[in-house]
T-cell receptor
């Protein structure tokens, strides 16, 4: 079984400042990791994913995340945020293929608020 | 290429009633997962359908059931609705040979 902990429920940041949203996971098997964004009254949009290979993953809208297996973390970063980045961000984990693939386990979410 | 579509957008029911939610996956996708997102929470996995069979199931009671049709579209049925079933229900579309889930806009269910 897997679990995800998003360490901050809310993160306020000024526009053009850098931001890091923290995510830790636990799993007894190898995992795939994902970050999704949810704008108000909408579904989830995939920002980026780690399946294998390079531990630094780049996604849409200038976001990137780094997979750290020893620390079981997958923190999301952006060097300069915009007002339009205000949204709820979810970290998710799944077992990789052959070990319960495709059932996503989500964290509780981090509300990112960008202030002008 | 149409994305994942869900209907209806909003639904209001009373306790004890039954509800059916619908999902059409992206073109070419053959697997559908359903998630429940309570207010202020992350989505919780309900179940997944592939080749018209339930392949995986989360920790939800038997009141939650589903179906997948030959065209890969899917339905989520909830019987004997409880107030606690009020949530956003999300459908995710997957191509079975890949590992990425694409979510629809969701159906907001309110149980009074």
């Amino acid at each position: 079984a897997q679990s995800v902990t998003q360490l901050d429920s809310q993160v306020p940041v000024f526009e053009e400042a850098p931001v890091e949203l923290r995510c830790n996971y636990s799993s007894s098997v190898s995992v795939y990791l994902f970050w999704y964004v949810q704008y108000p009254n909408q579904g989830l949009q995939l920002l980026l994913k780690y399946l294998s290979g390079s531990t630094l993953v780049k996604g849409i809208n200038g976001f990137e995340a780094e997979f750290n297996k020893s620390q079981t973390s997958f923190h999301l970063r952006k060097p300069s945020v915009h007002i339009s980045d205000t949204a709820e961000y979810f970290c998710a984990v799944s077992g990789n293929r052959g070990q319960g693939a495709q059932k996503l386990v989500f964290g509780q979410g981090t509300r990112l608020t960008i202030n002008p | 290429d149409a994305g994942v579509t869900q209907s209806p957008t909003h639904l209001i029911k009373t306790r004890g009633q039954q509800v059916t939610l619908r999902c059409s996956p992206k073109s070419g996708h053959d697997t559908v997962s359903w998630y429940q997102q309570a207010l202020g929470q992350g989505p919780q996995f309900i179940f997944q359908y592939y080749e018209e069979e339930e392949r995986q199931r989360g920790n939800f009671p038997d009141r939650f059931s589903g179906h997948q049709f030959p065209n890969y579209s899917s339905e989520l049925n909830v019987n004997a609705l409880l107030l606690g079933d009020s949530a956003l229900y999300l459908c995710a579309s997957i191509l079975a040979s890949t590992d990425t889930q694409y979510f629809g806009p969701g159906t907001r269910l309110t149980v009074l």
